[in-house]
């Protein structure tokens, strides 16, 4: 089931929440809507469901190629997800998971023999087959997470939302739940949008992303897409690590924007370096866990701050302390000149000769 | 710390020293020698003043009475409740102080204002009480089997009607301000994780909202019931007083003082407590089931 949103506009007294947003989601694909607090992501999420409707006049709700934009949540066939699971407490985990089938009118609700089947049936899936007497208020987070999972997909909804599905829960339990969800997911294949601020959660876990900052959208793409391309310094800055300059005065050639961006993992290190590119540095940090080690630079020069991340093999080998000065040469930079259209390049940081390799390429 | 449990409020032993304390002075004590005071009068004597038929008459008069109250209460209080926390409407708050306002009249004052306004002459009386009489007229003749007088009185002011609109007056802010914010703290979501999977608004207001206000509406419904049973200051005005119609345990108990009579008047009062504990009892039991699920 398709989902697509045209031209919603959403404010409430002054604030604008959403300006004129346009969203499609194929049937099937698991898509992340991914910003700041603020950006208007949970309200396109609750618009989508019913919860919320777009201001009158504006916009329009499509499921299916069916027009949906004024039906109530109830009858829209989405399956809603809270951040805080919503769990009714005066009820056991499978009388929560079979409201929505016992809500039914009399003529279309399922014969109670069914509904327990299907309870089970969903109960195994979330696995937690023997849990089904209990009450919420004896589930740990991630279990109550996952009962309000399974209380959405009770009644087989088309379309399944999740707003910060993982935001209450502790770290490894979101990654469990989270390669759970993924796993589940392309199984039943439902069409699934999920809010998130994190975006290491929509990186790992989305076929697409949906970037949005203040009421808009800012780029959809892959994951890959999203933060190999970025279309705007706001996403650059929102997705991941990235070390920002101003351009001007850079040692780098044709480098004449506003704002250059490197990645972290893009800034190399070296001891003596005697070509034209390179930046001397003090370093002030050196931390290293798991593969990477992570250094907090200094710039000699006008003392910008520069993190760089490199592997621990290299950082062994070059034998860096902190206090000690090196060179650092980028790999890779994006540059957003004042016009807001981008370029990007790839410095092949040669020891001998470094140079700028394709230096018309952009996007 | 030789202790192995230390709590967040120092003084453990000083604190619950005070509490027993207190609680003997201004409870136990006085309630003790109540039973001391009863127990002197010997079995027969305690029989005979406690289970008279016209007191026995009271204790109906005063525990139905109540209980009738106390219902009607536990449904306009959880409306009440209900307007005040989910809408907005200008006077608002002054609405939201006006309940509080049984609590601080003095009971003879709401007493003497009901009596005035339900009286035969009064402005609600004037054209109510030919309605109720006619009322009860209508169900004595269609049943005649049940003895409509007897339950309902036929007059609003001076008679059985008169005593429990004087229990409502008093026990509605018991209701009100036990459920205000239980209801002020259901999460909004949980109406709307009810609407998403299809549920109408009265299905939500049912399976939803009302088991989770429950507790607190016992609770409230309990309160107002034990104040209505003890209440007397407004009652007196408007009851009647009439032996064996629309007299109530607490005006029997004054009769009986104002007597001389020590001993009876400690009778009654002591079969009222035991009565009055017995159901706050079972009413608590009720409410530990209905918050069953919320032990972790």
């Given at each position: 089931?398709?989902?697509?949103a045209?031209?919603?506009?959403?404010?409430?007294?002054a604030y604008?929440?959403l300006a004129d947003v346009?969203?499609e989601v194929?049937?099937?694909k698991?898509?992340a809507?991914?910003?700041p607090?603020?950006?208007g992501?949970t309200?396109l999420l609750r618009?989508?469901?019913g919860l919320e409707?777009?201001?009158p006049?504006?916009?329009?709700?499509d499921?299916h190629?069916?027009d949906v934009t004024?039906?109530?949540a109830?009858?829209?066939?989405?399956g809603f997800?809270?951040?805080?699971y919503a769990?009714?407490r005066?009820?056991t985990?499978?009388q929560?998971i079979a409201?929505?089938?016992?809500v039914?009118?009399?003529?279309?609700?399922?014969?109670?023999?069914?509904i327990?089947?299907?309870?089970?049936?969903l109960?195994?899936?979330i696995?937690?087959?023997?849990?089904?007497?209990r009450?919420p208020?004896?589930?740990?987070?991630?279990?109550?997470?996952?009962?309000?999972?399974a209380?959405?997909l009770?009644v087989?909804?088309?379309?399944?939302?999740?707003?910060?599905?993982?935001?209450?829960?502790?770290?490894r339990?979101?990654?469990?739940?989270r390669?759970?969800?993924r796993h589940?997911?392309?199984?039943?294949?439902?069409?699934?949008?999920f809010v998130?601020h994190d975006?290491?959660?929509?990186?790992?876990?989305?076929?697409e992303?949906v970037?949005?900052?203040?009421?808009?959208?800012e780029?959809?793409g892959?994951?890959q897409?999203?933060y190999?391309q970025?279309?705007s310094?706001f996403?650059?800055e929102?997705l991941g690590n990235v070390?920002?300059?101003?351009a001007?005065g850079?040692?780098?050639?044709g480098?004449?924007?506003?704002?250059?961006?490197?990645?972290p993992?893009?800034?190399?290190?070296?001891?003596d370096?005697?070509g034209?590119h390179?930046?001397?540095?003090?370093?002030?940090?050196?931390?290293?866990?798991?593969?990477y080690g992570?250094l907090?630079?200094?710039?000699?020069?006008n003392?910008?701050?520069?993190?760089a991340?490199?592997s621990?093999?290299?950082?062994a080998?070059?034998?860096?302390?902190?206090?000690?000065e090196?060179?650092v040469v980028?790999?890779h930079?994006?540059?957003?000149?004042?016009?807001?259209k981008?370029?990007?390049?790839?410095?092949?940081?040669?020891?001998a000769?470094?140079a700028?390799?394709?230096?018309?390429?952009?996007i | 710390?030789?202790?192995?449990s230390r709590?967040v409020?120092?003084g453990?032993?000083?604190?619950?020293?005070?509490?027993?304390?207190?609680?003997g002075?201004?409870?136990?004590i006085p309630?003790?020698?109540?039973f001391?005071?009863t127990?002197g009068?010997?079995?027969d004597d305690?029989t005979?003043a406690?289970?008279d038929?016209?007191?026995?008459?009271?204790y109906?008069v005063s525990f139905?009475?109540?209980?009738a109250?106390?219902?009607l209460?536990?449904v306009?209080?959880?409306?009440?409740?209900?307007v005040?926390?989910?809408y907005?409407?200008?006077g608002k708050?002054?609405?939201?102080?006006?309940v509080?306002?049984?609590?601080?009249?003095?009971t003879a004052?709401a007493?003497i204002?009901?009596a005035?306004l339900?009286?035969?002459?009064?402005?609600?009386g004037?054209?109510?009480q030919p309605?109720?009489?006619?009322?009860v007229?209508?169900?004595e003749?269609?049943?005649?089997?049940v003895?409509?007088?007897a339950?309902?009185g036929n007059?609003?002011?001076f008679?059985?009607?008169?005593?429990?609109?004087?229990?409502t007056?008093i026990g509605?802010p018991?209701?009100?301000?036990?459920v205000?914010p239980?209801?002020?703290e259901i999460?909004?979501?949980?109406?709307?994780?009810?609407?998403?999977?299809?549920?109408?608004?009265?299905?939500t207001?049912?399976r939803?909202i009302?088991?989770a206000?429950?507790p607190?509406l016992i609770?409230?419904?309990a309160?107002s019931f034990?104040?209505?049973v003890g209440?007397?200051?407004s009652v007196?005005?408007?009851?009647?007083?009439?032996?064996?119609?629309?007299?109530i345990s607490?005006?029997?108990i004054?009769?009986?003082?104002?007597?001389?009579?020590?001993?009876?008047a400690?009778?009654?009062?002591t079969v009222m407590?035991?009565?009055s504990?017995v159901?706050l009892?079972?009413i608590?039991l009720?409410?530990r089931w209905?918050?069953?699920h919320?032990?972790?």
């Amino acid at each position: 089931m398709s989902v697509i949103a045209r031209n919603i506009t959403k404010t409430f007294g002054a604030y604008t929440a959403l300006a004129d947003v346009s969203l499609e989601v194929p049937t099937g694909k698991l898509v992340a809507l991914l910003g700041p607090s603020g950006s208007g992501k949970t309200t396109l999420l609750r618009i989508i469901a019913g919860l919320e409707f777009a201001d009158p006049g504006s916009g329009r709700i499509d499921f299916h190629g069916q027009d949906v934009t004024d039906t109530p949540a109830g009858r829209r066939g989405v399956g809603f997800v809270f951040q805080h699971y919503a769990l009714f407490r005066h009820m056991t985990v499978a009388q929560n998971i079979a409201f929505g089938l016992t809500v039914r009118p009399r003529k279309e609700r399922p014969p109670q023999a069914k509904i327990d089947a299907r309870v089970k049936e969903l109960l195994k899936l979330i696995q937690l087959e023997d849990l089904g007497g209990r009450y919420p208020s004896q589930l740990s987070g991630g279990q109550r997470q996952r009962v309000a999972l399974a209380r959405a997909l009770a009644v087989d909804p088309k379309v399944l939302l999740l707003d910060e599905p993982f935001g209450a829960l502790d770290a490894r339990v979101r990654k469990d739940l989270r390669r759970w969800l993924r796993h589940f997911q392309r199984e039943i294949g439902v069409t699934t949008i999920f809010v998130t601020h994190d975006q290491e959660e929509a990186l790992e876990l989305a076929d697409e992303v949906v970037v949005m900052n203040n009421a808009k959208i800012e780029q959809v793409g892959t994951p890959q897409e999203v933060y190999d391309q970025p279309a705007s310094p706001f996403v650059i800055e929102f997705l991941g690590n990235v070390n920002r300059f101003a351009a001007l005065g850079h040692p780098l050639p044709g480098a004449g924007g506003d704002a250059l961006y490197v990645r972290p993992h893009d800034v190399d290190i070296q001891r003596d370096y005697k070509g034209e590119h390179g930046i001397r540095v003090r370093i002030e940090h050196v931390f290293s866990a798991g593969n990477y080690g992570r250094l907090a630079l200094v710039r000699t020069d006008n003392h910008e701050t520069i993190d760089a991340e490199i592997s621990r093999a290299r950082l062994a080998e070059l034998g860096l302390r902190a206090g000690e000065e090196a060179w650092v040469v980028f790999r890779h930079i994006r540059l957003f000149p004042a016009e807001g259209k981008f370029t990007e390049r790839d410095v092949v940081a040669d020891d001998a000769a470094p140079a700028v390799a394709d230096p018309g390429r952009g996007i | 710390m030789s202790r192995s449990s230390r709590s967040v409020i120092p003084g453990f032993g000083l604190t619950l020293g005070y509490t027993l304390f207190y609680l003997g002075v201004i409870v136990l004590i006085p309630l003790g020698g109540l039973f001391y005071k009863t127990a002197g009068m010997g079995w027969d004597d305690f029989t005979r003043a406690a289970f008279d038929p016209q007191v026995v008459h009271s204790y109906k008069v005063s525990f139905g009475a109540a209980f009738a109250a106390a219902l009607l209460n536990a449904v306009f209080g959880l409306l009440v409740a209900w307007v005040l926390v989910r809408y907005t409407f200008p006077g608002k708050r002054v609405i939201d102080a006006l309940v509080d306002l049984p609590f601080a009249l003095p009971t003879a004052v709401a007493g003497i204002a009901l009596a005035a306004l339900y009286a035969p002459n009064g402005w609600i009386g004037s054209w109510a009480q030919p309605l109720y009489a006619d009322f009860v007229a209508s169900l004595e003749r269609l049943v005649p089997a049940v003895p409509w007088q007897a339950f309902l009185g036929n007059r609003l002011a001076f008679d059985l009607p008169g005593i429990f609109i004087a229990l409502t007056f008093i026990g509605l802010p018991f209701v009100v301000r036990t459920v205000q914010p239980v209801l002020e703290e259901i999460e909004p979501e949980l109406e709307e994780a009810a609407a998403t999977l299809g549920a109408t608004r009265l299905q939500t207001l049912r399976r939803i909202i009302f088991p989770a206000v429950l507790p607190a509406l016992i609770t409230g419904f309990a309160l107002s019931f034990a104040r209505a049973v003890g209440e007397y200051g407004s009652v007196v005005f408007i009851a009647g007083n009439m032996p064996f119609r629309s007299e109530i345990s607490p005006v029997l108990i004054v009769a009986k003082l104002e007597a001389f009579d020590y001993a009876g008047a400690t009778a009654i009062a002591t079969v009222m407590l035991v009565a009055s504990f017995v159901l706050l009892l079972v009413i608590n039991l009720l409410q530990r089931w209905t918050r069953r699920h919320d032990a972790a």
